[in-house]
Each structure stands twice: as C-alpha cells, then as structure tokens.
C-alpha cells in the first residue's frame, strides 16, 4: 500500500473522537481517572479482582510526591463509536442485558441489577479506563511513552467478553494509531499477566487479534505466561520449576 493510499484509509476510516484531543505539556503522560474504580454495593468485593486498586496506585504515587492532581492527564470515556473502531454494534446491544454482564465481570449478582445500574457503575468506568488507553497510545507517540493506570483487558474481542474484561482496550489503541497517526504501522504487544490462566488468554488474545483483518500480521504478541511455561517449564499456579 502505498503512502498516499494510506493516508486516504486513515482518514475514510477514522470518525470525531475526543480521545486525541491534546494535553497540556505541564501534564505527565500518565492517565487515569478516578471513575476507574467500581464501588457499589459491596459487590465488586466478590471478585476475587481488586475493582479499586486503580485509585490505591495514584493515592500511593500522590504520597510518595510522583504525582499531583494537576499533572495527571483525565481519562475520557470511550463513545459507542470510539467502540465501534473494534466491536460489533450486536456485542455492544449484548451490554445491556444484565446477566451478560455479569458472565463477563464473573459477578453473578450483577444480573439481579437493572441495566442502567450496571452501565453506571460497572461498565462507565471500564469504558473510561478503555478511553485511557487509546489516549495512552498517542501520548506515547507524542512523549515517548506513556502509562494508563487502568485497562489490558486482553480477555474481550470484538464480539464477545470475558475474565473481567468488557472492552477490548488494548486492540482499540492499536487500530486508532494505525488510522490515525502517520508512520504508526505495526505494533508490539507484551503481555505481562502471569498467573494460573494467562497462557489460555494468550491463546484467546491472539484469536482476538486475528479477528482484526490485517490486524495480526501487523502486531507481535508476546505473553509472559506462554515464556514461563514453555520456554522455562515453569508451574504457573506456584511460579515455582517443574520437577
């Protein structure tokens, strides 16, 4: 393809998003959003997942003097067409069924909710914490890096979710800066989940990828997990060498 065919898919592909819009250079390239966190009726606490370790993290780096209110940069929300970038509009109408919800996060009591509860406080923040990380990705071209404090739910495709993981984050970053920003190409993911059941959602990730079109053949993918059991002969539960 050639460079001008490039620029013209980029700009057909791409749609009014206030993901890109610019930051302030007092602001470090860190995002995160206090909305990140699910707080609700105790529920969040039958998951074994810590739904409120993204605000423990910023309160940590505020004490240790790292960070301040004034140079975090705000994750937004991603819009349904932010999603659309990688999810099929039947997926996102899926969403609003409680009980897939609740399959999705692992919290059956979810399914009990109405609808608009679930969106409010379980799936806004996961969708602010799917903002932040498409806002990462270009500041990270900007920067030369990046962190968003939240999101790598590596476990959801563009048509179904799974392992806590409602939006697929991490293939939205990658497909806005392959439409968006001139030079971006290809991409390397590192995935760093190692625990019992990463190696199967290196498995499930890399189906996920493959979805994309040309999405695979443009992105390596490299699971921790897969390196450990593999490559070392390691037990993942115990993290300990295979005898």
């Given at each position: 393809m050639s460079h001008k065919?490039?620029?013209e898919r980029k700009k057909r592909g791409s749609h009014p998003t206030?993901?890109?819009?610019?930051?302030?250079?007092?602001?470090?390239?860190i995002v995160y959003?206090?909305?990140?966190?699910?707080?609700?009726?105790?529920?969040?606490?039958?998951?074994?997942?810590?739904?409120?370790?993204?605000?423990?993290?910023?309160?940590?780096?505020?004490?240790?003097k790292f960070l301040t209110d004034g140079n975090i940069v705000e994750a937004l929300e991603a819009t349904e067409?932010?999603?659309?970038?990688?999810?099929?509009?039947r997926y996102l109408n899926r969403l609003k069924w409680s009980m897939v919800v609740a399959t999705i996060t692992e919290i059956p009591p979810l399914m009990f909710l109405p609808n608009f509860l679930v969106q409010r406080k379980v799936l806004r923040p996961l969708r602010t914490q799917t903002g932040g990380t498409?806002?990462?990705?270009?500041?990270?071209?900007?920067?030369?890096?990046?962190?968003?404090?939240?999101?790598?739910?590596?476990?959801?495709?563009?048509?179904?979710?799974?392992?806590?993981?409602?939006?697929?984050?991490?293939?939205l970053a990658i497909k806005f800066l392959f439409e968006r920003v001139e030079g971006i190409s290809r991409a390397t993911i590192i995935d760093l989940d190692a625990h019992q059941k990463a190696a199967f959602a290196a498995v499930e990730s890399r189906i996920v990828f493959s979805e994309q079109h040309d999405f695979l053949e443009r992105t390596l993918y490299i699971s921790l997990a897969v390196v450990i059991m593999y490559f070392c002969d390691w037990n993942i539960r115990t993290m300990t060498p295979v005898m």
């Open positions: 065919e490039d620029s206030e993901l890109y819009a610019g930051v302030p250079q007092t602001c470090l390239p959003h206090p909305d990140y966190n699910i707080t609700f009726m105790g529920l969040e606490k039958l998951h074994p997942f810590d739904a409120g370790k993204w605000g423990k993290v910023i309160l940590f780096l505020k004490e240790e067409e932010d999603l659309l970038v990688v999810h099929t509009k498409i806002m990462a990705g270009k500041l990270a071209v900007d920067r030369g890096w990046a962190i968003n404090v939240g999101g790598g739910f590596h476990h959801c495709s563009g048509n179904r979710g799974g392992g806590f993981c409602a939006y697929a984050d991490i293939t």
